[in-house]
């Protein structure tokens, strides 16, 4: 009851304030376009496993620029790629070399199809017409639509991150917060009502994202939408929760936006916009904190891989577990302002 | 003899050699108070004074760390009793975009009224305080004193035993301010029990008692009448002053 009016209050007050809806279903929509027109990929050095090649080959392909792994049986190569230890796998095909490339990333893709095509091109006793195939994605798959998935569990997390801090702050500096503790209310309906409340908003920014992202900028979806937007809804949840927690932690709106460099921008950074095998191994670990990690990789799976709950169930718990934590911790901090 | 009526009721408030500090600043010192049920009870002190932390520590929202307080005989904190409490604070704690109706009707729930009584003890708040009229309109094209109004509106609207307003007055035309105080007489003839923080001091002489207080002590809690008589002055104001002044210049009796 109390936890549904909090939730009321919050639409209501919502569908006054135009600026901040258009801020949460206006402008990850523009943002997203923005980045479809600009971008461009970046050039990675690929993982390709080899089986049944003659060694001549092999060890040419070493001397590349590529990370070789050599296989006894195409069976066990083929079953890192379906793992993503690998980028492509290459075995000979009644004489004529045939790769197999994993095709989430594009620019990977390229990346091991301008190494092959060197190395074949001083081969005058092998059939050099390459025969290419695609365990997912295909050939016509743009940058974009590989980073695509990163980017809208991204703009989920970034929009209601900033709108669940700055409102939460709000309550408090405008003294309501203060006055709703003078009423019987309990902390936990507090926290439970801001979820219920901005939860539907999330929801709905995350239905507008994806139909948009799908449908208007023609995204690679091979997955369930129904699966997209429940790890958007998770990842916004997320947000909301640490949005909120972190509002405690600071006393103006213009500290909230302090959060970002630091909360934000290093989880666009480990969320696999970018691709981190430079990166030094101990670093790359950080990534298992970040809740945008687990969302990138759930909604990656889902749009390329075309992933199932199996695949992608640990990254949704992993991300109701952070909300929980995030939520409970809020609770908690909710008695720095009445002990009950 | 005026007595007040020894009842078996539990007093409203009772606080017992309460202190409370912030940061080692003490803000409440061993304070010790008695609130009868039905009484009006004036708070007067300088700002900085301790006013809202003691109201913060009657209504158990706030812990002491020594000493007890009990809201009508229960022992403090406890989550429950905030529904016996209503509270007017000191500055304006409402939604300015939402309408005046949605903002009643939100606290409303909190205190788990339910639709029909709900919608009924909006409209009679709302009318208690004039303002109607202006429920649908958006609190932020409110004026100062409608917003008091409304505030202090919702502070009676789930009908408290226990009614703390935190300077009610404050932005509202005499007229309507002189109404507020007979509905507010008419509570505590009803058993309600009002504290009132004022700086207003003809408002102050309205009260059944007056707690004077500076630095965190009660230099003086007695009825208007009697502190009058105590200072030989003749008004509550200049009473108020030679109270403090006494306790600068160590006891002058």
Redesign the interface.
């Known amino acids: 009851m109390r936890v549904g009016a909090l939730a009321l209050r919050i639409m209501q007050q919502f569908v006054r304030d135009r600026r901040t809806l258009a801020l949460l279903f206006i402008a990850p929509l523009f943002v997203l376009t923005l980045m479809k027109f600009v971008f461009d990929g970046q050039a990675v050095s690929p993982d390709i496993g080899v089986a049944e090649v003659p060694a001549v080959l092999s060890e040419q392909l070493t001397s590349a620029d590529a990370d070789i792994k050599s296989y006894s049986s195409v069976d066990e190569a083929m079953e890192d790629l379906r793992k993503s230890k690998l980028d492509a796998v290459l075995t000979l095909n009644n004489g004529r070399p045939s790769i197999t490339l994993e095709g989430s990333d594009p620019s990977t893709n390229k990346a091991v199809l301008l190494v092959l095509q060197n190395i074949l091109r001083d081969h005058a006793n092998i059939d050099t017409s390459l025969v290419v195939s695609y365990l997912h994605g295909s050939a016509d798959m743009a940058s974009f639509d590989s980073f695509g998935p990163v980017l809208i569990g991204f703009f989920s997390f970034f929009f209601v991150f900033l709108l669940a801090g700055v409102s939460f702050l709000r309550e408090r500096t405008s003294g309501t917060l203060e006055r709703l503790l003078a009423t019987p209310i309990r902390r936990h309906e507090i926290v439970a009502g801001y979820l219920a409340g901005f939860g539907i908003f999330a929801l709905l920014q995350a239905t507008l994202i994806a139909a948009y992202s799908v449908k208007v900028l023609d995204m690679y979806m091979v997955g369930s939408i129904g699966y997209m937007l429940l790890i958007n809804l998770l990842l916004a949840l997320t947000a909301l929760t640490l949005g909120t927690l972190l509002s405690s932690f600071a006393s103006t709106e213009f500290q909230i936006i302090q959060f970002i460099p630091i909360v934000v921008v290093p989880q666009a950074f480990f969320s696999g916009l970018f691709n981190l095998e430079a990166m030094s191994p101990w670093l790359q670990k950080l990534s298992y904190i970040m809740p945008l990690y687990y969302g990138a990789d759930a909604m990656r799976g889902i749009m390329i891989r075309g992933e199932g709950w199996g695949d992608f169930g640990v990254d949704a718990f992993v991300l109701l577990g952070f909300s929980a934590l995030f939520a409970l911790l809020n609770v908690i901090a909710l008695r720095k302002h009445r002990r009950l | 003899m005026s007595v007040p009526l020894v009842n078996s009721l539990p007093p409203a408030i009772a606080l017992d050699d309460v202190t409370r500090s912030f940061n080692h600043r003490t803000i409440i010192d061993h304070v010790s108070l008695t609130v009868q049920q039905g009484e009006l009870f004036g708070l007067l002190g300088p700002s900085g004074s301790g006013k809202t932390t003691l109201i913060k520590l009657m209504?158990?929202?706030?812990?002491a760390d020594s000493g007890r307080a009990y809201m009508l005989g229960t022992p403090l904190?406890?989550?429950?009793m905030?529904?016996q409490?209503g509270?007017m604070?000191q500055?304006?704690?409402?939604?300015?975009?939402?309408s005046g109706r949605?903002n009643m009707?939100?606290?409303g729930?909190?205190?788990?009224l339910k639709r029909a009584v709900l919608k009924q003890r909006i409209e009679e708040a709302a009318s208690l305080v004039n303002l109607t009229d202006h429920l649908n309109k958006?609190v932020a094209a409110y004026s100062g004193g409608m917003k008091r109004r409304l505030s202090l509106a919702i502070a009676l609207m789930h009908r408290p035993t226990l009614l703390v307003l935190d300077e009610p007055t404050v932005g509202i035309d005499p007229v309507l301010r002189r109404s507020i105080w007979q509905e507010l007489r008419s509570l505590t003839a009803k058993g309600t029990t009002i504290i009132v923080t004022t700086h207003v001091m003809d408002e102050a002489e309205k009260c059944d008692r007056l707690g004077l207080i500076r630095e965190g002590r009660f230099i003086a809690v007695d009825t208007p009448a009697s502190l009058l008589a105590q200072t030989g002055c003749s008004t509550i104001e200049e009473a108020f002053i030679a109270l403090g002044s006494r306790l600068e210049g160590g006891a002058v009796q």
């Open positions: 209504a158990g929202i706030d812990r904190p406890k989550l429950e905030l529904h409490f509270y604070a500055s304006d704690a409402l939604y300015m975009e939402l949605q009707s939100f606290f729930k909190l205190y788990g958006q």
